[in-house]
T-cell receptor
């Protein structure tokens, strides 16, 4: 079964608005990562947050992690049409640092 | 550096045929892995390797074999293809030593259709 589950499955917003995606997971983790995938392409790493961190920023991205709730959120501020893509969370489980398990993703559409 | 290179990009097979998806990386990464991506299912880990001569199973290993004879190459073999193996396959790597940011580096994918 999948470790991470994203919510919502799909999101449509207007350019300039903020986009928030959530990820829930089941087991203890070492870190949680967010990836982006443009249609028909490979995944690109966006940001990593470790289990002892609560919030991290990178440009227009803000990631939070709540280990007590086993959940994370990715916020994209001031969205652009070019942000249209699928976004996946992925977890390194605490019992196996070599495996990175992905969720099912959120499809984001940013309308110009 | 070319990064992670996958070949072929597209392949059509008939049920029962065999084939190998190739993956090569030139970044000297110890860890390499194969994922499959199906609509609505995200990526699922098939097999992974933490170094030459070492491989292990992921979430969905049945129907697939791997080997790791060199650091650079990690081929994925389908011995007898089935329609359920129609998917997009991604190879990904990461260094386990040195500067390890935890980031997986992905290839561009191989789209496989089994008729």
């Amino acid at each position: 079964s999948q470790q991470g589950e994203e919510d919502p499955q799909a999101l449509s917003i207007q350019e300039g608005e903020n986009a928030t995606m959530n990820c829930s997971y089941k087991t203890s983790i070492n870190n949680l990562q967010w990836y982006r995938q443009n249609s028909g392409r490979g995944l690109v790493h966006l940001i990593l947050i470790r289990s002892n961190e609560r919030e991290k920023h990178s440009g227009r991205l803000r990631v939070t992690l709540d280990t007590s709730k086993k959940s994370s959120s990715l916020l994209i501020t001031a969205s652009r049409a070019a942000d249209t893509a699928s976004y996946f969370c992925a977890t390194h489980r605490a019992d196996s640092s070599y495996k990175l398990i992905f969720g099912s993703g959120t499809r984001l559409l940013v309308r110009p | 550096n070319a990064g992670v290179t996958q070949t072929p990009k597209f392949q059509v097979l008939k049920t029962g045929q065999s084939m190998t998806l190739q993956c090569a990386q030139d970044m000297n990464h110890e860890y390499m892995s194969w994922y499959r991506q199906d609509p609505g299912m995200g990526l699922r880990l098939i097999h992974y390797s933490v170094g030459a001569g070492i491989t292990d199973q992921g979430e969905v290993p049945n129907g697939y074999n791997v080997s790791r004879s060199t650091t650079e190459d990690f081929p994925l073999r389908l011995l007898s293809a089935a329609p359920s193996q129609t998917s997009v396959y991604f190879c990904a790597s990461i260094p386990l030593s040195g500067t390890n940011t935890g980031e997986l580096f992905f290839g561009e994918g191989s789209r496989l259709t089994v008729l």
